[in-house]
């Protein structure tokens, strides 16, 4: 049946985009639909969406490491020509699983060994570290074509640089590595995520993350949960990185307070699904009053802010860029061709994300519809234009005063 749904999520697409249909006709049939019939559910995916699903995560963050490169690979380059170690250690902090993961590996490996090859060094071993919660799917991680097609160059000889990948279960608020021990820090898209729902939201508004609605309290709250987790994210990790190491970092940004722009507005669409379904008596009213996320999205003055007030590291460069929420959606275009289309793909990338939130919270059942409607719900918003992501990408490094500490 799950493989009957999926080849009717095909057959319908097909048909909203070949007919001459206004785009609220095609909302409006997509309406008719339940999400089964163009998705499958997270407990039983089947081989179209597991490949829909890598297309989609795969697009976002090749979109992102092209964007990305400049500062990492001018990191790479000033960690490669200042140190000297026969075993280079490298760690991706927030990895997640799937094909994400492998395109940033391949990404900066290729970095590394761009820059020994070219300056003509005795090249070292690469020990990679692929740091997520203990909840995150290693075993798929390792079991990648990827990894094994490395191995295999390894063990022939092929490779001059010997890779061994290690997965480190834990989080990035905490204790990783030794002191001093690694020498290039990545994360991408994770800092946004705290380590905790702040503490105090409980009687204030029912909306799952601020909004411009939200109340100045709302913002300190998110804001002062996000600079102690920030913090000491910083301090860990400087106690943490080799002198001369380097850290890139890339977030989702904002541009002015009090709002998020459209990353409040993508927030919004999904507490909207939610709140239609509590007023429906899907969900009960205060199972949604207490839902709150984890997530807190700076101005790049914040972040400043906090590097600086903690001490032990420096900013030294800076690059803002934007992203489509369809991150198959490579057009400079101001409008979204099918905006239907578009709010499947924004749902499905999405889902893995914040669905073990939902479904610890909310249960398992809701978990179909919730992202149907999520879906609908993006396809209007679309029709006011196309709407983007904030990014902020920067390397860190450490403060000349701690270099000879």
Not at 239 to 248: I, P, Q, V
Not at 264 to 290: C, N, P, V, Y
Request: with cysteine; hydrophobic share 40%.
């Amino acid at each position: 049946m799950q493989n009957a749904g999926c080849m009717k999520k095909t057959k319908h697409a097909s048909i909203l985009v070949g007919r001459p249909a206004t785009t609220l006709h095609k909302i409006e049939l997509a309406e008719k639909a339940s999400f089964s019939e163009w998705n499958c559910s997270a407990q039983a995916l089947n081989k179209v969406y597991v490949v829909w699903l890598n297309k989609l995560c795969r697009r976002g963050k090749e979109h992102a490491i092209i964007r990305t490169r400049p500062i990492l690979e001018e990191a790479v380059g000033e960690l490669c020509n200042t140190i000297t170690v026969e075993t280079l250690v490298i760690a991706d902090l927030g990895c997640a699983s799937g094909p994400n993961a492998f395109c940033v590996i391949s990404e900066i490996i290729a970095s590394v060994e761009g820059n020994y090859i070219r300056s003509g060094r005795c090249p070292p071993e690469i020990q990679y570290f692929l740091n997520d919660l203990p909840g995150n799917d290693f075993n798929s991680l390792f079991r990648s074509p990827y990894l094994h097609e490395r191995r295999a160059w390894d063990q022939e000889g092929v490779g001059c640089f010997p890779l061994y990948v290690v997965g480190l279960p834990g989080s990035f608020y905490g204790r990783l590595f030794p002191l001093k021990s690694a020498h290039l820090f990545y994360s991408s898209y994770s800092l946004h995520w705290l380590s905790q729902v702040p503490q105090g939201l409980e009687d204030l508004e029912s909306d799952m993350y601020v909004t411009e609605e939200s109340s100045p309290l709302s913002w300190k709250i998110y804001l002062e949960q996000y600079e102690r987790d920030f913090s000491r994210f910083l301090k860990l990790r400087s106690k943490e990185l080799f002198f001369g190491g380097r850290m890139t970092l890339t977030s989702l940004g904002r541009r002015k307070p009090p709002t998020c722009g459209e990353n409040t507005h993508f927030w919004r669409l999904l507490s909207d699904a939610l709140r239609d379904m509590a007023f429906e008596g899907i969900i009960q009213w205060d199972k949604l009053k207490a839902f709150k996320l984890p997530h807190y999205v700076p101005l790049m003055e914040e972040v400043k802010a906090v590097v600086v007030k903690e001490g032990s590291l420096c900013i030294e460069k800076v690059h803002t860029f934007e992203s489509n929420w369809d991150p198959l959606d490579e057009s400079n275009e101001d409008f979204v061709l099918d905006e239907v289309s578009s709010g499947q793909d924004v749902a499905a990338m999405i889902r893995p994300v914040v669905e073990p939130l939902l479904t610890n919270h909310f249960g398992d059942g809701i978990i179909d519809d919730l992202f149907s409607r999520f879906a609908k719900n993006v396809a209007r918003h679309m029709l006011k234009g196309k709407p983007k992501w904030m990014k902020e990408n920067f390397c860190v490094i450490q403060c000349l005063k701690d270099l000879f500490n």
